[in-house]
């Protein structure tokens, strides 16, 4: 059992209410492989929401105080992304699991790159807060990409 970006499982809980549905994590989902967790709808934000970004670094700087997490208006939203790697974190202890398939680029998912806060595309390396937050506390974490690639191999 892993923890799985709930928008990769057809849920639609992106920020634009939308969702990144993959026919491979449907089928995890269905067998019951994988257990479907959305950290910013954890966290309190609403969907749908404005875009957000990592202003000032990456999910570690923010998990230290060093940044912060910003929308696209320019509300500091960072505590509702603290929280919700926070609340994924335990509900991944509760449950025994130390693994998660987290959607890339995203500002609490993102693993190894992340949008760097200007809102233009721009990638940078890092990772988003809750997968900082998960890969402090030792819990192996892959972007869907990387997953999918090396599936054979995990």
């Known amino acids: 059992m892993r923890v799985i970006s709930a928008c990769l499982c057809g849920i639609n809980c992106k920020y634009n209410g939308d969702n990144n549905q993959h026919d491979e994590f449907m089928k995890e989902l269905r067998d019951g492989q994988v257990l479907p967790l959305c950290p910013e709808q954890l966290g309190g934000l609403t969907t749908p929401r404005s875009?957000?970004?990592?202003?000032?670094?990456?999910?570690?700087?923010?998990?230290?105080?060093?940044?912060?997490?910003?929308?696209a208006v320019g509300d500091d939203v960072t505590e509702f992304f603290v929280k919700?790697?926070?609340?994924?974190?335990?509900?991944?202890?509760q449950a025994g699991i130390d693994e998660a398939v987290l959607q890339r680029r995203s500002p609490s998912c993102g693993v190894e790159k992340i949008y760097d806060g200007s809102f233009?595309?721009?990638l940078i390396a890092g990772d988003g807060?809750?997968?900082a937050l998960l890969r402090k506390h030792g819990i192996k974490v892959w972007?869907?990409?990387d997953y999918l690639?090396?599936?054979g191999e995990v």
Request: aromatic share 0%.
């Open 143 to 145: 972007n869907d990409e």
């Open 51 to 71: 875009a957000c970004e990592i202003e000032g670094g990456t999910g570690e700087d923010v998990l230290a105080g060093r940044a912060r997490v910003i929308n």
């Open 149 to 151: 690639q090396h599936k």
């Open 129 to 131: 807060v809750t997968a």
């Open 120 to 122: 233009s595309g721009h």
């Open 84 to 93: 919700g790697a926070q609340e994924c974190l335990a509900v991944m202890r």
